[in-house]
C-alpha cells in the first residue's frame, strides 16, 4: 500500500477516548483538523452543524475522511514491549519455561539476523502485522545487529510507524551464548552509539518519528562496565531507555545476588531510570522499588500475556497506579502469544480479577486474595493508549490539540468478528464491547501522524 503524503486533513465522526484513566470520553460528531505535520489543530464538537464552512475547507480539497455511523475513532494503541526479532516464533514453544525457551529457541532465532536478507523480510511482515492491529506506536527491542536494526529503523520511517527501537547490548560471557553476544563492553557501547547516530541522521526522520533506544538486555545479561557505560550515555544522549526488570523469581534473585539490591536500586545507582525509562515486566517490584520508580518518573510495560508463561505471578497493577507509576500496556512478542494491543489490555482485566480472586482454591478465601486489585476495562482502554504515551512521554494516546493523531477506525458486524456495536450503547458500553470483543478484522484504517499506514484489504 502506497503511503498517503503528509497533507492537511480533517477528520469526521464520533471519536472515543480516555483523558482521565477509568473514564471514557465521547467526541461526538467531531471535526478533528490535522495539520501536515499530524499536529492535531482543531477539534469542534457537533460540527456537521456547528462547523459546516470548515467542513466545506477540507472537502473540496479532497481532504476531509469521513466516519460513517457506527464507526468509531480511536487514539492509536501503544506497545511499550516488543521483541521484534521473535516475531517468526510467536506463539511457539510456551510451555517450556523461561530459560530453556531462551536458550533452545530465542538465542538461536535472534543470532539469524546477521542475515541483513532475513532482517529485511521478517521485520517488513513484523511492521505490517502490528499495524494492521493497530499499534501506531511500538517500543522495540532489535537484536545485536547493528546493519538488521538499521533495516528495522528503515522500515518503520518508510512505513510510517511511530518506532522506538533498541540495538540490544548483552556482553556477559557467564548468561549469554558464545554465537549470540557481544564481544566486549566497549564494542557493544560503540555499536550502540553508532545505531544512535544512524537513526538521528535518518533522511526523513527530522521530526523524530523514529528514534534509538538505549536497550541492555537485562542485568543478567551484561557486564558492570557496559551497564556503567550505557548509564553514562543514557545521561549524556537523553534518548529513551528500555530493559526487564523484576520480570521473575529468577531474574529479581540474580540480581539481589550479585548486587545485594534489587533490580531497580540497581538500574538507578547505575543512571539507567529516568523519566526516558521503560522497564518491562516489573512484578516484582517491592514498595521502595516503586518509591525510586515514581520518583525517577519512568515507565512500566505491563504484558499480562507474557507474565502468563513465564514471569511466576500478576502484576499488582492497581497497587501501581494506585503510587501514580507510569504504566502502558506490552505484547511482549515473542513471550506474549499476540500481537494485538486490544487483546492484551483484555487479559490486563482478566489478569487483574485473577489477582483479586486468588487461584489456588485450596487456600482460604482470605488467603488466596489480593484485595482491590481489579482494573475495568475503561482503565485497560486507557492503558492502551493514553498511558502508553505518558510512559514514553510522547504527545499521543489521546485526541488533544497539539497532540500528534495516531487513531484507528474501528467498526463492528457479524462478518468481522465479535464485536457488535448498537445505536444505544453509552460510551462506557462501547468502549467495554471494543476492549472484549475488537480484533484486527475490526480495524478498518489506521493513522500516525495524519498519514494513513493501513487500510484493512477487501474494502
Ligand atoms: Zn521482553
Known amino acids: 500500500m502506497l503511503l498517503q503524503p503528509a497533507a492537511e486533513r480533517a ?111 521478517e521485520y517488513e511482515s513484523l511492521v505490517e502485522g502490528l499495524l494492521a492491529n493497530g499499534t501506531t506506536t511500538a517500543l522495540y527491542f532489535g537484536t545485536i545487529h547493528l546493519p538488521a536494526t538499521q533495516r528495522l529503523a528503515d522500515i518503520c520511517l518508510r512505513r510510517a510507524q511511530r518506532a522506538l527501537i533498541g540495538r540490544v547490548a548483552m556482553d556477559n560471557a557467564d548468561q549469554c551464548p558464545d554465537f549470540y553476544r557481544d564481544t566486549s563492553a566497549a564494542s557493544a557501547e560503540a555499536q550502540t552509539r553508532a545505531f544512535i547516530t544512524y537513526v538521528h541522521s535518518l533522511p526523513g526522520n527530522e521530526a523524530g518519528l523514529v528514534k534509538p533506544v538505549i536497550t541492555p538486555r537485562f542485568i543478567p545479561s551484561c557486564t558492570d562496565e557496559l551497564l556503567r557505560s550505557l548509564g553514562a550515555l543514557a545521561r549524556e544522549s537523553g534518548c529513551h531507555v528500555q530493559t526487564h526488570c523484576s ?71 492497581r497497587h501501581l497506579l494506585a503510587q501514580g507509576i507510569h504504566v502502558g500496556l506490552g505484547t511482549d512478542i515473542a513471550g506474549g502469544a499476540s500481537p494485538s494491543i486490544l487483546e492484551n489490555a483484555r487479559h490486563a482485566v482478566i489478569a487483574s480479577r485473577y489477582l483479586e480472586a486468588g487461584v489456588d482454591p485450596a487456600q482460604s478465601r482470605a488467603q488466596r486474595r489480593r484485595a482491590d486489585s481489579r482494573i475495568d476495562a475503561l482503565t485497560a482502554f486507557w492503558l492502551a493508549t493514553a498511558g502508553g504515551g505518558i510512559a514514553l512521554d510522547l504527545p499521543v494516546g489521546v485526541f488533544r490539540e497539539g497532540f500528534q493523531f495516531d487513531a484507528l477506525l474501528i467498526e463492528g458486524g457479524s462478518e468481522r468478528g465479535n464485536l457488535r456495536l448498537q445505536p444505544g450503547d453509552s460510551p462506557a458500553d462501547l468502549v467495554q464491547k471494543i476492549i472484549y470483543h475488537a480484533g484486527r478484522g475490526n480495524i478498518r484504517e489506521v493513522w500516525v501522524a495524519n498519514r494513513r499506514v493501513h487500510s484493512r484489504s477487501g474494502d
Open 247 to 317: 520480570e521473575s523469581d529468577w531474574e529479581h534473585q540474580y540480581v539481589l545476588e550479585r548486587y545485594g539490591i534489587t533490580d531497580t536500586a540497581a538500574l538507578d545507582r547505575l543512571g539507567l531510570l529516568g523519566r526516558h525509562t521503560v522497564l518491562a515486566h516489573g512484578n516484582f517490584l517491592s514498595d521502595p522499588d516503586l518509591a525510586i520508580i515514581g520518583a525517577r518518573a519512568a515507565g512500566i510495560a505491563h504484558c499480562p500475556l507474557s507474565n502468563v508463561y513465564f514471569s511466576d505471578a500478576i502484576l499488582p497493577l
Open 11 to 121: 477528520y469526521l465522526g464520533d471519536a472515543l477516548h480516555a483523558p482521565v484513566r477509568g473514564e471514557v470520553e465521547l467526541l461526538a460528531d467531531a471535526l478533528i483538523s490535522v495539520r501536515a505535520d499530524g499536529t492535531i489543530s482543531a477539534i469542534q464538537r457537533n460540527a456537521s452543524h456547528q462547523s459546516r464552512a470548515q467542513i466545506e475547507h477540507f472537502e473540496v480539497r479532497g481532504a476531509l475522511v469521513r466516519a460513517r455511523a457506527g464507526q468509531y475513532l480511536l487514539p492509536g494503541m501503544v506497545d511499550l514491549h516488543v521483541h521484534a526479532p521473535q516475531w517468526p516464533q510467536l506463539g511457539k514453544a510456551l510451555e517450556l519455561p523461561l530459560e530453556e525457551w531462551l536458550q533452545a529457541y530465542t538465542f538461536p532465532l535472534e543470532a539469524r539476523y546477521a542475515d541483513e536478507s532475513f532482517a529485511q523480510s
